[in-house]
């Protein structure tokens, strides 16, 4: 079985700080671990994603994230927020347990970016 | 490159009317699925297609919710009668075989009210 847990519904920074949204993840198997954003009224769109290579991952918008075998942990970071930044992001986990290579989503976090 | 296409954007109906929502992946996707996102929380999958075949339906309600994705393509969700709670984002997405199924492609949602 897998699972994600994203711990921090809401998280808030100025612009121009670092951004730091937290992931923990559950898997039986190696997983591959993505990120999505979601601006509102829009799909979601691929951030990033991990798929058992390079251990720190980037991505688009200058995003990254790195990958915590040790720590169960998939943390997404960005050097410096742009107002445009603010979305919800989704951590997402998918592994071999099921043939399909379900997605997990987890419970979403929302970025708020203040002038 | 298109990609994937739902309409309409917002439906708002009255309880126990029906509703149906459309989607067209990108081209060439043969996996197509139906998330519902309910408010405040990450994609559950309803469905999984390969091409014509629902493959995955274990989480569709299957009293109320119907799929079909008829010559493999474009895809149609339909909820009769539909209830307060249906009321969320539904979302679709597509895959193909050569980029991996856990690289998915979402398309903007249609989010449905019931009054």
């Known amino acids: 079985a897998q699972s994600v847990t994203q711990l921090d519904s809401h998280v808030s920074v100025s612009e121009g700080t670092p951004v730091l949204l937290r992931c923990n993840y559950s898997s039986s198997y190696s997983p591959s671990l993505f990120w999505y954003v979601q601006h509102p009224n829009k799909g979601l769109q691929l951030l990033l994603k991990?798929?058992?290579?390079?251990?720190l991952v980037k991505g688009i918008n200058g995003f990254e994230a790195e990958f915590k075998k040790s720590e169960t942990s998939f943390h997404l970071t960005k050097p410096s927020a742009h107002m445009s930044d603010a979305a919800e992001y989704f951590c997402v986990v998918s592994d071999l347990s099921n043939a399909g290579n379900m997605l997990t989503f987890g419970g979403g976090t929302r970025l708020m970016v203040k002038p | 490159e298109a990609g994937v296409v739902q309409s309409p954007r917002y439906k708002i109906i009255e309880k126990k009317q029906p509703v149906a929502f459309w989607c067209n992946p990108i081209?060439?996707?043969?996996?197509l699925y139906w998330y519902r996102q309910n408010l405040g929380q990450g994609p559950e999958l309803l469905i999984r297609?390969?091409?014509?075949?629902?493959?995955?339906d274990s989480q569709l309600p299957k009293d109320r919710f119907s799929a079909e994705r008829l010559k493999g393509v474009d895809s149609t969700l339909k909820i009769q009668p539909a209830e307060l709670g249906d009321s969320a984002v539904y979302l679709c997405?597509?895959?193909?075989?050569?980029?991996?199924?856990?690289?998915?492609?979402f398309g903007a949602g249609t989010r449905l009210s019931v009054l």
């Open positions: 297609y390969e091409n014509e075949e629902a493959v995955d």
């Open positions: 991990y798929t058992s290579a390079a251990t």
């Open positions: 081209s060439g996707h043969n996996t």
């Open positions: 997405a597509s895959s193909s075989d050569r980029e991996g199924r856990n690289i998915q492609y």
